[in-house]
């Protein structure tokens, strides 16, 4: 009976462990998650810097995006910009690849050099937590709502906060993400 009760202990100690990142997590930076490469990366280290999220997908009418998000990094990655891909699958199973599929193709097509991560759900069940935070309600009022498609963009600025949101449409070289981009840039 105490070796069962120590059993159940030590499993609540971890669980309570594991949801602890989602459930104080203050900022979309607050979480770490897969590299394209498998190794965890913990987004804090983007924090102080601006960064911009987008879900993407090898196989969608917005692909091509992923030359717009290289320039955008880029030019103002030396200025504190970080881009960071999420591949999804969530819409018209347009990104159906493995990680190491995903990875080959966006460097040898796009010539990617910005972090890409591993495959992660942006909707619906099975959600990754920064997800989760970035369309919730509760953590994002002002800019909450579920990811409509591929190439939808999140801006977080230097607070650590969402500061902007753009459909997938918009791509990520227009006057509305740049002029965004520069604002935030500017704050120090």
């Known amino acids: 009976m105490v070796k069962l009760f120590a059993v159940a202990s030590l499993f609540a100690l971890f669980a309570t462990a594991a949801g602890a990142q989602a459930a104080d997590a203050k900022s979309p930076l607050d979480y770490t998650l897969n590299g394209i490469d498998g190794k965890p990366v913990d987004l804090s280290k983007y ?11 090898s196989k969608c009418g917005n692909t091509p995006q992923y030359k717009g998000l290289e320039e955008v990094y880029k030019k103002y990655n030396d200025k504190g910009l970080a881009v960071l891909g999420f591949p999804a699958n969530e819409f018209g199973a347009q990104e159906p690849g493995s990680d190491q599929e995903i990875a080959d193709f966006c460097k040898s097509t796009y010539k990617v050099d910005f972090p890409m991560f591993s495959k992660v759900v942006v909707k619906g069940a099975g959600i990754t937590p920064l997800y989760k935070h970035l369309t919730s309600k509760e953590s994002n009022p002002q800019f909450a709502g579920d990811v409509t498609w591929n190439f939808e963009k999140f801006l977080i600025g230097r607070n650590g906060q969402v500061v902007a949101r753009f459909s997938p449409k918009t791509k990520p070289e227009s006057d509305e993400v740049t002029k965004a981009i520069e604002t935030e840039l500017a704050k120090k």
């Open 47 to 57: 924090k102080g810097q601006v960064v911009l999220v987008v879900n993407v997908a």
